[in-house]
């Protein structure tokens, strides 16, 4: 959790070992005039997060968009690594023309070894970094051709994480909110909440909450 005002990490603010909120690591350091944001209730802040992923991400509703959504984006990916994987072997191909016309030109007498040398060993060496980035690029699709998500399999999942929420300690809850929130960044009036994947319906990936 960052400070929208200054960028600082906002870090836990209470007594007795426990903390009842968040603060701005700058505020708490070097007094509120270096930084204004308020202190945000941790209850709060942290219940309305969970409350959103159990009820609105995870609602069985908005699974069937979840799961298109990510099967989109894996097709996506593989296939700009496809069109990559294709241009590559079109350069590597065209390479091997120019080169077999360089050593044919040898072969005939056309032209003397020392002439055609400084245009072969380029050639070869281009050659060298296309097949280098072919077989790098045929590795990634290779982790990248997976199997398209299953709806069945993420609603089995969405119910244990549904009820991993609403049961278990704060300390496993927390765990949980790692996987979908990516930050939450907080200034005087409002915090925004930046998720690792996109919020269904309206595919965003950030919200607005006023504090």
Do not use: W
């Not at 906002?10 to 909120?21: A, E, F, K, L």
């Not at 894996?74 to 241009?87: G, I």
């Not at 070894?113 to 077989?135: F, H, T, V, Y």
């Amino acid at each position: 959790m960052r400070c929208g005002v200054c960028g600082a990490a906002m870090v836990g603010q209470g007594s007795s070992h426990r903390y009842h909120y968040y603060m701005c690591g700058n505020a708490r350091r070097k007094g509120r005039e270096v930084c204004p944001s308020p202190m945000l209730p941790k209850d709060r802040v942290e219940g309305f997060i969970i409350a959103r992923i159990r009820n609105y991400i995870l609602a069985e509703e908005n699974l069937e968009e979840l799961v298109r959504l990510t099967n989109e984006e894996l097709c996506q990916s593989c296939s700009e690594n496809r069109e990559r994987l294709e241009l590559i072997q079109a350069q590597i191909e065209e390479m091997d023309s120019r080169l077999s016309k360089l050593y044919d030109a040898l072969e005939t007498g056309d032209f003397k070894n020392g002439e055609l040398a400084p245009r072969i060993k380029a050639l070869s060496q281009r050659k060298e970094e296309l097949l280098q980035a072919k077989a790098d690029a045929e590795e990634i699709l290779h982790y990248e051709s997976v199997d398209m998500a299953d709806p069945q399999v993420v609603q089995d999942y969405a119910d244990d994480l549904r009820n991993l929420l609403a049961k278990s300690s704060i300390t496993e809850q927390r765990s949980a909110l790692n996987s979908f929130v990516e930050r939450i960044e907080v200034d005087e009036s409002e915090a925004k909440v930046y998720y690792t994947i996109p919020m269904p319906l309206y595919s965003v990936s950030e919200e607005t909450v006023l504090v």
